[in-house]
T-cell receptor
Framework: KQEVTQIPAALSVPEGENLVLNCSFT??????LQWFRQDPGKGLTSLLL?????REQTSGRLNASLDKSSGRSTLYIAASQPGDSATYLC??????????????FGQGTILTVHP | ETGVTQTPRHLVMGMTNKKSLKCEQH?????MYWYKQSAKKPLELMFV???????ENNSVPSRFSPECPNSSHLFLHLHTLQPEDSALYLC?????????????FGEGSRLTVL
């Protein structure tokens, strides 16, 4: 059974810092990995999708890397801003089968960026 | 209107009530999903529909009944719920199966069962 772990569970940083969020998964047979952001009481917003054949994806101040063999992904946020405060979730799609249901989420990292 | 839209955003119901959650996607996607998000637990997949056919049913109690009349609309019918069913219910869609496609979520319907 695929398990996804995110570390740290919570992170508080001053504005302007660069930071790294970690995601690890137990089964490396994945199709892809997706990072999401969730604001309190809201739905999830897709940030980055990394296919299993890729090593990293970038979008603005965000960079996500994937090391499938070691079962790890990192989300790097450069020059953090208070508006980045949210819960960040990673999810992996297990390869094989229909692929519709094998999306496993971590419990998230709660990020607070204070001015 | 674009994206994935869920209504109502908030719902309070008694244990004997019958209500429905609605999801609509304007992305031209073929697959739609219901997820449940409870406090301090990872998201749990409930149901998946692909081209209006249910392809996943994740051992969800029968008091939750999904309906997908077409590829743009998804409903979750609720009846005789329990207080532990209180949660944020999230609808999502993808162009195809998740092997190649991103998952796009709605804002969620916050359900409270009294």
């Amino acid at each position: 059974k695929q398990e996804v772990t995110q570390i740290p569970a919570a992170l508080s940083v001053p504005e302007g810092e660069n930071l790294v969020l970690n995601c690890s998964f137990t089964d490396s047979a994945i199709y892809n990995l997706q990072w999401f952001r969730q604001d309190p009481g809201k739905g999830l917003t897709s940030l980055l999708l990394i296919q299993s054949s890729q090593r990293e994806q970038t979008s603005g101040r965000l960079n996500a890397s994937l090391d499938k063999s070691s079962g790890r992904s990192t989300l790097y946020i450069a020059a953090s801003q208070p508006g980045d405060s949210a819960t960040y979730l990673c999810a992996v799609i297990l390869a094989g089968g229909t692929s519709y249901g094998k999306l496993t989420f971590g419990q998230g990292t709660i990020l607070t960026v204070h001015p | 209107e674009t994206g994935v839209t869920q209504t109502p955003r908030h719902l309070v119901m008694g244990m004997t009530n019958k209500k429905s959650l609605k999801c609509e996607q304007h992305l031209g996607h073929n697959a739609m999903y219901w997820y449940k998000q409870s406090a301090k637990k990872p998201l749990e997949l409930m149901f998946v529909y692909s081209l209006e056919e249910r392809v996943e049913n994740n051992s969800v109690p029968s008091r939750f009944s999904p309906e997908c009349p077409n590829s743009s609309h998804l409903f979750l019918h609720l009846h005789t719920l329990q207080p532990e069913d209180s949660a944020l219910y999230l609808c999502a869609s993808s162009l195809r199966g998740l092997a190649t496609g991103e998952l796009f979520f709605g804002e969620g319907s916050r359900l409270t069962v009294l």
